[in-house]
T-cell receptor
Framework: DTGVSQDPRHKITKRGQNVTFRCDPISEHNRLYWYRQTLGQGPEFLTY????????KSRLLSDRFSAERPKGSFSTLEIQRTEQGDSAMYLCASSLGDRGHEQYFGPGTRLTVT | AQSVTQLGSHVSVSEGALVLLRCNYS??????LFWYVQYPNQGLQLLLK??????LVKGINGFEAEFKKSETSFHLTKPSAHMSDAAEYFC??????????FGAGTRLFVKA
């Protein structure tokens, strides 16, 4: 099964360090999304790619966050100078199209900033 | 602006009892509506979706939901709960383009 995969599954880092997460979407999906999920909340949209183009970024995504999707395949999400408030589950999803198309989610990367 | 409200952050039912998870949305255009389920330490999995057509939608694992435009609701039901249904459930709405808005979730507990 070639579902959405994310790496690493867990990351513990000290405040001020940089971290990078990877997402591998389903191969034929050209849409890719990053979400952040905190305890007791639903996923909050962070950013969206159509192929390699980053078309939308949420205001939640401060300048310390950057995402890329080179060649329209896998994507990376980098957080620079991590803060304790960045602790959350970071979810990646992919889809074949917009609106009526379901999103397929990866298992997430749980980030803990100490 | 679109939004989703899930009534009840926690719902507890006995095994074999009816499951009812409530979802209300706000949208100025016809919405596409989704229910996802999340098991611990896993991503979200689609249970069912409403796009157009029949307002009663059947999903996986015996779940179904009914789109009621007049009530702006999309409640999720299952006639008989199983222990394996214990999880977090998220209602979501899409009113155009790529952005899907998720509710805060309802955690379902199933008692033996």
């Amino acid at each position: 099964d070639t579902g959405v995969s994310q790496d690493p599954r867990h990351k513990i880092t000290k405040r001020g360090q940089n971290v990078t997460f990877r997402c591998d979407p389903i191969s034929e999906h050209n849409r890719l999304y990053w979400y952040r999920q905190t305890l007791g909340q639903g996923p909050e949209f962070l950013t969206y790619f159509q192929n390699e183009a980053q078309l939308e970024k949420s205001r939640l995504l401060s300048d310390r966050f950057s995402a890329e999707r080179p060649k329209g395949s896998f994507s990376t999400l980098e957080i620079q100078r991590t803060e304790q408030g960045d602790s959350a589950m970071y979810l990646c999803a992919s889809s074949l199209g917009d609106r009526g198309h379901e999103q397929y989610f990866g298992p997430g990367t749980r980030l803990t900033v100490t | 602006a679109q939004s989703v409200t899930q009534l009840g952050s926690h719902v507890s039912v006995s095994e074999g009892a009816l499951v009812l998870l409530r979802c209300n949305y706000s949208s100025s255009v016809p919405p596409y509506l989704f229910w996802y389920v999340q098991y611990p330490n896993q991503g979200l999995q689609l249970l069912l979706k409403y796009t157009t057509g029949a307002t009663l939608v059947k999903g996986i694992n015996g779940f179904e939901a009914e789109f009621k435009k007049s009530e702006t609701s999309f409640h999720l039901t299952k006639p008989s709960a199983h222990m394996s249904d214990a999880a977090e459930y998220f209602c979501a709405v899409n009113t155009g383009g790529f952005k899907t808005i998720f509710g805060a979730g309802t955690r379902l507990f199933v008692k033996a």
